[in-house]
């Protein structure tokens, strides 16, 4: 170590001379192997002929890419500027109010880079969501997804939104229908809408699909997100069968969802229903950390999500007088509440632990 000297990173003729002084010293010599003590001219590397050595100097040296800063900042700084020149330009479209909403209030663009960014480390890091069979939903066109409802709170509507938005590959926005409570909320009313939901009814569902929209319904409602613990994964009635007769009168498919790990966020061991009717709420649940813990215990448990979207069921088939039929409507409500129960039972037994 003590002929050892200190070679600068960034020169590179000096690097390359230093290993081949290795190398020489390590390497024994052979037949055609320069002389010892002969060095190679300046920049000419050894064994390789002047000629080819002059001809690699006239090349031209590779130009940088437009568009890329060098050095240090090269594919960090730039994605930086670009981010702070989007923000403040969508600062400039909010203040100034140049911004588009739909009818029912739905806010694109506010969706997309604020509300999403705010549920995607739920998605990501917490939950962990597992999307399967994203390919049964239509790449275009409207359809109607049909999910089972549990949580004690709708997370599970926000995480199947998101799993939507950001595995389909044309990138599809799904349009949940909420119950009323929903938008008698402040605040939440209003964020509600800008994310696209709308009340639960058979009017704003048609309109949405007829504009060949995706659309997310949980029939079990307030009995299926409010069941007890005990009775985890076991689907509750799914209704009169509306839903079946929005997706007739449209011709749209019904593609089963299927979401393994939203029970186990609040076990519900119990329900004050005096408290909740004092409220004005379908239920006041009671766990084993609320309201004990107070606000701590509101946070959920970091179970591990799987949600998989089934194989559609084509209603387009049907005459139109369809949707006025009662037994084909049970018909096809019993169908698509049996393939996400087996769907469940499938994912429950594959699962490893309810939180890895």
């Known amino acids: 170590m003590a002929d050892a000297k200190v070679i600068p990173f960034d020169d590179d003729r000096s690097r390359g001379s230093a290993q081949r002084t290795s190398r020489r010293r390590s390497a024994p010599r052979r037949k055609g192997d320069p002389v010892a ?8 590397q050894e064994g390789q002929p002047q000629g080819a050595q002059q001809l690699a100097e006239e090349q031209p040296a590779p ?29 400039r479209r909010r203040l100034t109010g140049e911004y588009e909403v739909d009818d029912f209030g739905y806010d694109e663009e506010l969706t997309d880079q604020v509300l999403m960014s705010m549920l995607r480390p739920f998605y ?3 939950f962990r969501v597992e999307v399967k069979g994203i390919e049964n939903i239509p790449a275009d066109g409207g359809a109607l997804i049909v ?3 549990s949580g004690t709170l709708p997370l599970d509507g926000l995480m199947m939104q998101v799993a939507v938005h950001d595995n389909h590959p044309d990138g599809r926005h799904l349009r949940l229908l909420a119950a009323d409570l929903v938008f008698m909320l402040p605040v939440i009313n209003e964020l509600a809408r800008k994310a696209g939901h709308t009340l639960a009814c058979a009017e704003d569902a048609e309109r949405l699909l007829e504009r060949g929209e995706l659309v997310g319904v949980m029939p079990e409602g307030f009995k299926g997100i409010g069941k007890p613990f005990s009775e985890r994964y076991k689907l509750q009635r799914f209704g009169r069968g509306g839903f079946v007769s929005t997706a007739l009168r449209t011709g749209s498919p019904i593609v089963p969802c299927s979401i393994v790990g939203a029970e186990e966020i609040y076990p519900m061991i119990g329900n004050a229903k005096t408290l909740a009717r004092v409220l004005g709420i379908p239920y006041f649940p009671i766990t084993p950390t609320f309201p004990w813990l107070g606000p701590l215990g ?3 448990l970091p179970t591990k999500w799987t949600i998989q979207f089934g194989e559609p069921i084509p209603t387009d088939g049907y005459p139109p007088e369809a949707a006025e039929d009662p037994m084909l409507m049970f018909n096809l409500t019993d169908q698509v509440r049996e393939q996400i129960q087996h769907s469940l039972y499938k994912l429950l037994v594959q699962r490893r632990s309810v939180f890895f």
């Open 298 to 300: 509101a946070v959920p």
């Open 37 to 44: 003590g002969v060095a190679a001219l300046p920049g000419q």
């Open 124 to 126: 990501e890091k917490y």
């Open 63 to 91: 130009a940088e890419p437009q568009g890329r800063v060098p050095g240090p900042r090269a594919g960090g700084g730039g994605g930086w500027d670009r981010r702070i020149a989007g923000g403040l330009a969508f600062l």
């Open 147 to 149: 999910a089972n409802h």
